[in-house]
């Protein structure tokens, strides 16, 4: 593990001796996480529905979070692989950056921000690109701003005040930054996923190849993380936004065995 503490500029995780401080671990309820030689594991098994099951590492629960360490440009690299295919695997995973907006009930705190690999499973069923699918394993982005103004106002119509969805989903397409784009890549096998984010594009490669390319990124401080949970998130008929927690009656692991992040570029 290698760190620039002084000034959070660069990470580098091989997890030749286990999980380094500078990550904070948290699982609750059936969430696991384990280590084994390089490399460290993400588990769910026997999850019960309803509720929170949750393994995950990040680097920014113990910041404010106008102190989250990581803002464009930088480069980040990770080298992962999962133990189901999409479908199969259940809930929502994924690693990259956000700013952790939401509260344990699924309440928006602050507008939503990520850059980052995410993963859900049916019956979740949310698309940032109009014509993408609800859910799958995605490259996506969402720049909802910083503030709590207008903007904020815009998302929280659209994720959870019960009107005519096809209005305010139309809305949201035009006016907030935003989109995904499903990953035609076996989840099972090892892949080196990495994301270039500047202030004017984000990039998403897998194994060294370009898959996604969208503008207008958040350009303000997020947080790394890599989990695993069994979070479903559909929007309802209505355009709200509805969670709930599934059940994983089998264990299902996300390993990962390399984090680089480096401030303007690997």
């Not at 397409?173 to 500047?198: C, F, K, N, P, Q």
């Not at 594009?201 to 207008?216: H, I, P, S, T």
């Amino acid at each position: 593990m290698g760190v620039d503490a002084s000034t959070q500029r660069m990470v580098i995780d091989r997890f030749e001796g286990g999980i380094s401080p500078y990550w904070v671990r948290f699982a609750v309820g059936y969430g696991g996480i384990e280590c084994a030689p390089e490399t460290v594991f993400f588990s769910l098994k026997g999850a019960r529905a309803g509720e929170l099951s949750d393994a995950e590492i990040n680097d920014h629960r113990h910041h404010r979070r106008e102190d989250f360490p990581w803002t464009p440009p930088l480069g980040m690299e990770v080298r992962a692989r999962f133990s189901h295919p999409a479908g199969k695997l259940l809930g929502t995973a994924g690693f990259g950056f956000w700013n952790a907006p939401y509260d344990w009930e699924g309440g928006i705190r602050v507008p939503p921000n990520w850059v980052w690999f995410f993963y859900a499973s049916p019956p979740s069923d949310l698309s940032l690109t109009p014509g993408e699918p609800g859910n799958g394993w995605k490259a996506a982005m969402l720049n909802g701003g910083k503030g709590m103004g207008p903007l904020m106002g815009l998302v929280d119509l659209v994720t959870r005040m019960p009107l005519t969805s096809k209005i305010f989903l139309g809305l949201a397409y035009r006016t907030l930054s935003m989109g995904d784009r499903l990953l035609d890549i076996d989840m099972t096998g090892w892949h080196t996923y990495s994301i270039h984010w500047r202030e004017e594009v984000a990039l998403f490669q897998v194994d060294g190849k370009e898959v996604y390319r969208v503008a207008n990124p958040p350009r303000f401080p997020l947080g790394f993380v890599a989990w695993m949970d069994n979070n479903c998130a559909s929007l309802t008929p209505k355009g709200g936004l509805e969670f709930s927690r599934l059940a994983v009656p089998y264990c299902q692991w996300l390993e990962i065995d390399c984090i680089i992040i480096a401030s303007g570029g690997k």
